[in-house]
């Protein structure tokens, strides 16, 4: 795991140069803390003669092959150069394939597999990838620079093209210090921060700038430059299995994704919260090891937001070597530390266990597995029950008939994080809608006609003309004919999974120093799960039937029926106590960045409706408040 960044320029006066490359590769050194390496080529020239320079920089975090395997690599002759952030888990295949096909490997690292099957099969070589990985190859030979993506977009990849320059990287941050690439906030990025809480794919929080999509790779060359899709991801196929073999199949599949991720030649751990799928794959990692696994979990001091009970539990029964962190979040410091390495707007507040997490785990391990993709592959979220009782409601009778309905939108909102009053009124305000809205309106943080609201008559004059719901949309779309839950769970696994959970975990480890691996997303389990029926893993209020079926015997059953608790903070209380200074002081300021945006008597009652008790606006207040500090911490 590692960070990259780097340019190739079509124009001299666009060059960059030792002394920048040097900078982008410098700022993003927490993700790489074991070596860093520039390699430039200012004076190339394609074969008409015109300029394409080249700057490639790279931070190491040491994972495989540790003493050898540095960045960039190169081809035997020296022309093509690979930079790599990520891990290829079948890189051992790979390399006995290419080794029989004449290739020589200089280093035993999983990345050199990837540099020669590029050489012999061209851009087609990130079909054979089994991993995560974001990186960038150039290719002297043919005048070319390629970037690419893994399938699900655990490994982030940022780019801007602009006058004949493109310069990518990592994180943004690298971008930000080239003259003329982050200039320009894109007002339609704050209207999808504020319905999804993050800035859905390929966008940024600036204009011009992007993020390469999951299973997408670019290519600049003297066609221009390109974005194509690799990934062959069809959810609307559905294969009519039994439910014997569909548990067969995903027993062996998870098992081998289990085995391949286990490969490290550095101290590796598991997460364990307690749930279903940290238990699952903690079980299964301790088949690969001669000693108790390590393992680590989190809680705080508020039991409805400590869920480290269930973690001892499955640790005893596992019998792993568990560490239990307690911690007393400190609700301001961590606020600047989470918007300076997310570097746009993201408003995940599970972003904060997760960094805490993976600082403290941290100190006992450099791999830690993870059990991310579980509730979107099989089913696990409320939501997509919800949505299996929506449908069935309509079917009975209209909305609007609903005996207590009126009585149960006035209810006051209860501070507890798993409130029925709260999740009662989300589900009614959507039940009568399309279902792909209906979907939305559970999952957005603004509705809106709050967001509507709260807009400056200046502000909804820049915004353009597309809807927030289009990205949802289009995800939807792509498994047309499928039954409602499916189509839900693969639009996540093509929305929500790329651009919120693996964003946050990918930024919250990578701050330490720590990779993290995820087992459950494998890409050939993530195409196994979107073809099977929905009724080998949803039934009535019990989801992820399968995996109980495939592996129930692995963990104690009580985790199976236990109730499901996330992965949260208590939000709405830091915002009557801790953060209430600071939201006066701040978004509530005559001097408030956000006023560009909104109007300062909407965001007023927002504030007090919370502060009084009447209403819980804890989530949306904390996406205002971190959009205040990123909008002060850019100067903006």
Not at 173 to 199: H, M, N, R, W
Not at 442 to 447: A, H, R, S
Request: charged fraction near 25%; proline fraction near 5%.
């Amino acid at each position: 795991m590692c960070g990259i960044t780097g340019s190739v320029w079509l124009r001299d006066d666009q060059r960059v140069d030792d002394s920048l490359i040097g900078k982008m590769t410098e700022i993003i050194s927490h993700r790489g803390p074991d070596d860093s390496q520039i390699w430039t080529a200012p004076d190339h020239r394609d074969a008409s003669g015109n300029p394409m320079g080249v700057a490639l920089g790279f931070r190491r975090l040491s994972i495989i092959d540790v003493e050898g395997a540095r960045q960039p690599l190169s081809n035997e002759d020296g022309r093509v150069k690979l930079i790599f952030n990520g891990e290829i888990y079948n890189y051992l295949d790979l390399r006995r394939r290419l080794e029989g096909a004449g290739h020589r490997f200089a280093t035993q690292g999983d990345g050199e597999s990837i540099l020669h099957l590029y050489e012999d099969i061209g851009t087609d070589c990130f079909s054979h990838l089994n991993g995560m990985f974001g990186l960038a190859i150039w290719d002297a030979r043919q005048n070319r620079l390629v970037l690419g993506r893994d399938r699900i977009g655990q490994k982030p990849l940022y780019y801007s093209f602009k006058n004949g320059r493109l310069v990518f990287g990592s994180e943004l941050k690298s971008l930000s210090l080239v003259p003329g690439v982050c200039e320009e906030i894109d007002p339609a990025a704050i209207d999808d921060f504020l319905t999804y809480q993050y800035i859905p794919h390929p966008g940024t929080i600036w204009k011009g700038v992007h993020k390469l999509s999951p299973g997408h790779f670019a290519v600049l060359d003297q066609d221009g430059f390109r974005v194509q899709r690799y990934w062959d991801y069809d959810p609307s196929i559905e294969h009519n299995i039994s439910h014997q073999d569909a548990v067969d199949q995903l027993r062996a599949l998870l098992t081998d994704s289990v085995r391949l991720r286990m490969r490290s030649d550095v101290p590796l751990g598991s997460f364990l919260s307690g749930g279903i799928d940290s238990s699952l794959i903690t079980a299964m990692a301790g088949d690969h090891t001669d000693k108790p696994l390590k393992t680590f979990s989190i809680g705080f001091p508020i039991a409805d937001f400590d869920e480290t009970t269930y973690a001892a539990q499955v640790a005893k029964h596992l019998k792993t070597d568990h560490t239990r962190f307690e911690v007393t979040p400190d609700a301001i410091g961590i606020l600047e530390k989470l918007v300076w390495h997310y570097d746009e707007p993201f408003g995940d507040s599970s972003a904060v266990p997760t960094w805490y997490l993976s600082e403290l785990t941290r100190q006992s391990v450099t791999v830690a597995l993870s059990g991310d993709g579980g509730d979107e592959l099989f089913a696990g979220y409320e939501r997509y029950r919800a949505l299996w009782l929506s449908q069935k409601i309509q079917r009975l009778f209209p909305i609007h008939s609903l005996p207590g309905i009126g009585l149960i939108q006035r209810l006051p909102d209860s501070n507890r994080r798993r409130s029925i009053v709260r999740r009662g009124k989300r589900f009614l305000e959507a039940i009568g809608q399309p279902a792909v809205r209906r979907y939305l309106n559970w999952l957005q943080i603004f509705p809106e006609s709050l967001r509507a609201s709260m807009y400056t008559d200046d502000f909804v004059a820049e915004l353009p003309g597309e809807d927030p719901l289009a990205f949802l949309e289009s995800a939807w779309d792509r498994s047309e004919g499928r039954d409602l839950v499916t189509r839900a769970s693969t639009s996540d696994v093509l929305t929500y999974l790329p651009c919120d959970l693996m964003t946050k975990v990918d930024i919250a480890s990578m701050a330490h120093g720590l990779e993290v691996r995820q087992p459950m997303l494998d890409y050939r389990v993530v195409e196994f799960a979107a073809t099977l029926p929905v009724r080998h893993k949803i039934r009535g209020r019990r989801g992820k039937l399968l995996l109980q079926d495939a592996f129930g015997d692995r963990i104690p059953p009580g985790i199976f029926t236990r109730p499901k608790m996330g992965f949260g903070i208590p939000i709405g209380s830091w915002f009557r106590n801790e953060f209430r200074p600071l939201v006066h002081d701040t978004m509530m300021a005559n001097d408030a960045s956000i006023h560009r945006f909104f109007r300062p008597e909407a965001i007023e009652e927002l504030v007090t409706a919370h502060e009084s008790g009447e209403q819980n606006h804890g989530y949306r207040l904390w996406n205002l408040l971190i959009l205040e500090t990123w909008m002060r911490g850019a100067g903006l």
